[in-house]
């Protein structure tokens, strides 16, 4: 509302921001903040909005004040209490009044103060009833207590403004003792708030200091009906008075009025864009603020809207002086320099009280406010002492921040959470349930509760995983997708729900770094064997060799042993390509730019254009959905097209054990592992060129039996479980290599001796397993049910024969490598990128630091798993290469 938009028989009241009516015999002023007289009336003016009125029977005087008339015809002899009063046709002697006195340089009467005559009746006030210029009948006010700043502003006018709005009821006055009350808001017994409580009971024009406008209909908290559309423009108003309560006018906040810090003017009225949560601070110099405030503004901001008759209203904005204070008011100000003056006015401040941080409060969803009101201004105040040093560096910080209660989405997680974790507990007591069957453990000890816990934290971590990326993906869609009616705010920074989130995903990626490290443990101490199938084929034996040693050719089991090593860390995806493909997404095309805290959606904002602060939840939200999206791609493309058209690293590896006549016996757990048949269809693999392209031919033709294990059957590849009696028979072979390597007796020699020894017994055992040769130590072969597959469970124990269960994919034995558990190696990377990128907000350091963690386990498990395979096989590792 305007003063010029009050009646011509109202006034702008300044003190509540509304209109009030005139008195009798009066209109509205010029600029319609006070009343005047009617023509032919004079007036007495003591400093309030509403004046008093006499009807002048004579003429009125220019200043309306007085009524004149001469008194001696035509010719006016005046007195030293005269003054000569020039009229239309003659000049009159006019005796001064009583409330007036004599002019020297302008022989004219001038009225003297009101108050001084209003209080004794002359134009002389005594010294104890003069304060602030201003003169009182009564001027004792010593019962009010309280403390005052060391402050020529304060001292001077503070009891004077009181005065005056009680006993005058001057507008301004009052303004400028809440204009004290406000200044000195860090002073816990204040003689200004003692005051201004005990003017309330007597003064009409007393601006109402805490939130209690009467704009707001009682018990409302906020106006009906308040929505904002996408990017809308938020429009606030605020009511600016100068430090002696004059009012000022009405503003627009554009344009950086409540903003500190300089910047473009695009980049300052973002703050009023809905759904823009904005943060600005910078470091100013003390004098720059003076020069900007060399007194202090005082503002009271309101939301200008439309109401449900689509008349524009306003809605003032409560102000809180500090965030946990319970005073919740209505003004505040940017700068105060004036109350540090302590000798005169014009004098160097000793101490400057600034707002060093303002935040705008935004509570959604503002359609249907509750109790919280949908728009809050907290101002926090800094004072410093300057010492003289106006130049110093101080910190200044604006901020507009969104929030709605989260409660309900709280609670949605920790049922999540329930629900998931119990079924992680569940799963790994089946996991430790199969691990036990497998690894012919018959009681719970300390090796089973290890394992328990290994699988209950990879089954949590998968569970952490599932939570936080919901989240994530969850608030992208329900943020960033609000089209109309905007309702939906993210999580507030530091806020219970986003350190719930924080703390997730932590938890998520410390136990999948435990998963991963407890998988290539057991990868890197596998037991593997690699039995050639190759017979001699004469009696004859190479001079030196072993009694017990056939002459065959070793190449072959090297190259076996040399592929085996190769492919130990082969994946479905190429990591390189993944971290370009995602540095590329990420950061030059800008999808990262997505997860601001506002509404936009656009890749490449523009340098002009603000950004806006990062959400870790959306950050992480779509830094996880595209590095498994291009994770999940490249899988694709590798099973489906890859390894089709191109290469297949793991089915060949069958392949070659075929052609090498060399099979592979893994043992993952004491009674469980993996077999990969290589006999040769063809009798010999050892053979020249010419009879190896001729036997492949022949397997083209259908001219010899099918590779399998069983008679016409292909498949190449089982899972199996032992018996234990079998399992005792491996150990007793390996027992004395073991007792040998321990010793150390014989030498270099002897152990190279016991090497190969136990390499025939333990070669000519298998070979003669795998051709039920023992029927005390048989197998069964035989297809695993659904339900096995599904639960990777084996229902049957092997008490009398070992079982191989068939795997038509040719691809079981894998999990014993990284191909096989790309799962947990995805996620991982994914947990390690997202990590890495919340903590140092920069994706080409994430980029660069996963690569280095990646390239480091990728180095260890290589070398520690090739010197296990050189143990396990007894293949040297100078063959491997």
Request: charged share 15%.
């Amino acid at each position: 509302m305007q003063p010029q938009s009050c009646g011509m028989t109202e006034f702008f009241n300044s003190a509540f921001l509304q209109c009030s009516a005139c008195g009798a015999n009066q209109i509205r002023s010029s600029d319609g903040l006070q009343c005047v007289c009617k023509d032919g009336y004079t007036v007495t003016d003591v400093g309030s909005p509403i004046v008093e009125c006499a009807a002048c029977t004579g003429t009125v005087s220019q200043d309306k004040r007085r009524c004149l008339k001469c008194t001696s015809g035509n010719v006016c002899t005046c007195t030293a209490d005269q003054t000569q009063v020039d009229s239309l046709d003659t000049v009159s002697c006019v005796t001064c009044p009583s409330n007036s006195v004599v002019n020297l340089d302008s022989a004219t009467c001038v009225q003297c103060q009101e108050t001084f005559y209003a209080a004794t009746g002359t134009c002389h006030c005594p010294t104890a009833q003069l304060m602030g210029g201003l003169c009182f009948k009564e001027p004792s006010i010593t019962e009010v207590l309280g403390t005052v700043p060391h402050s020529f502003w304060f001292q001077t006018y503070l009891d004077a403004g009181y005065l005056a709005c009680t006993a005058y009821n001057n507008l301004t006055a009052c303004q400028l003792l809440t204009n004290m009350v406000i200044l000195s808001f860090n002073v816990l017994d204040s003689r200004a708030y003692n005051l201004y409580n005990k003017a309330l009971a007597t003064s009409v024009y007393l601006p109402r200091l805490v939130y209690n406008n009467p704009l707001v209909p009682l018990g409302q908290t906020a106006p009906r009906g308040l929505s904002f559309q996408r990017n809308a423009k938020i429009n606030f108003k605020i009511a600016k008075y100068d430090a002696s309560g004059h009012f000022l006018g009405w503003q627009d906040v554009t344009g950086g009025t409540l903003q500190l810090c300089s910047d473009t003017q695009k980049k300052l009225d973002a703050a009023y864009l809905f759904g823009t949560s904005y943060s600005q601070s910078c470091s100013v110099q003390i004098s720059e603020l003076l020069k900007q405030f060399p007194e202090p503004v005082f503002y009271e901001l309101f939301l200008q809207y439309s109401d449900s008759q689509g008349n524009e209203s306003l809605w003032p904005v409560p102000v809180m002086s500090s965030p946990g204070s319970s005073q919740v008011q209505q003004r505040f100000f940017l700068v105060d320099g004036l109350t540090g003056r302590q000798d005169n006015l014009n004098s160097q401040p000793q101490y400057v009280t600034y707002a060093s941080k303002l935040v705008l409060s935004v509570y959604q969803p503002i359609s249907s406010p509750g109790n919280e009101p949908p728009f809050k201004l907290t101002v926090q105040y800094t004072t410093v002492n300057i010492n003289g040093q106006p130049n110093s560096q101080t910190q200044v910080a604006f901020a507009v921040t969104y929030s709605m209660n989260q409660d309900s989405k709280r609670t949605n997680t920790f049922i999540a959470l329930a629900v998931l974790g119990g079924l992680s507990i569940f799963l790994a007591m089946l996991e430790t349930s199969s691990w036990s069957h497998r690894a012919g453990q018959q009681f719970i000890n300390c090796t089973t509760i290890i394992k328990y816990l290994a699988f209950l934290t990879g089954n949590v971590a998968n569970t952490l995983f599932l939570i936080t990326i919901g989240t994530g993906i969850y608030w992208l869609v329900a943020f960033k997708g609000q089209h109309t009616a905007v309702d939906v705010a993210l999580p507030s920074p530091g806020g219970s729900l986003e350190t719930d989130f924080i703390i997730y995903l932590s938890l998520a990626f410390a136990f999948k770094a435990l998963q991963l490290i407890h998988m290539l443990v057991v990868q890197m101490t596998i037991s593997i064997f690699l039995i050639d199938w190759e017979r001699p084929k004469n009696t004859k034996h190479h001079a030196g060799s072993s009694s017990s040693a056939p002459s065959v050719s070793a190449w072959r089991t090297f190259f076996v042993a040399n592929e085996w090593n190769e492919i130990q860390t082969t994946r479905k995806l190429n990591p390189l390509l993944q971290l370009f493909a995602v540095l590329l997404i990420l950061e030059v095309i800008g999808v990262i730019n997505i997860a601001v805290r506002d509404l936009n959606l656009a890749v490449q904002p523009g340098a002009d254009n603000y950004q806006a602060p990062w959400s870790p939840i959306l950050r992480y939200g779509i830094t996880a959905s595209v590095w498994l999206a291009v994770g999940i791609a490249q899988i694709l493309f590798f099973v489906v097209i890859y390894e089709r058209l191109v290469e297949d690293k793991i089915r060949q590896f069958v392949d070659l054990c075929s052609m090498s006549n060399v099979s592979v016996f893994i043992l993952l757990h004491q009674c469980y592992g993996f077999y990969i048949h290589g006999r040769s269809v063809h009798g010999h693999a050892d053979v020249s060129m010419e009879t190896m392209h001729s036997n492949l031919q022949k397997e083209k033709d259908n001219l010899c039996a099918l590779r399998g294990l069983e008679p016409s059957s292909e498949i190449q590849t089982f899972d199996f479980l032992l018996t234990q009696k079998f399992r005792d028979q491996l150990d007793k072979i390996v027992r004395p290599l073991s007792k040998t390597t321990m010793n150390g007796r014989g030498g270099s020699q002897g152990l190279l001796d016991q090497k190969t020894k136990t390499y025939y017994t333990m070669n000519r055992f298998l070979s003669s397993f795998l051709e039920h040769v023992h029927e005390d130590m048989d197998y069964m072969v035989k297809d695993k049910l659904f339900l096995e597959k599904i639960m990777n469970y084996e229902f049957q124990q092997p008490f009398e024969r070992s079982m191989f269960y068939n795997d038509p994919d040719g691809i079981v034995f894998s999990s014993v490598l990284y191909y096989g558990n790309e799962l947990v190696l995805l996620l991982f990377d994914t947990l390690l990128f997202c990590i890495i990128d919340l903590g140092t907000q920069n994706i080409v350091l994430a980029t660069i630091l996963t690569y280095l963690v990646q390239q480091l386990l990728e180095m260890l498990r290589y070398y520690i798993a090739r010197n296990n395979l050189t143990k396990k096989t007894l293949v040297d590792q100078c063959f491997l290469i």
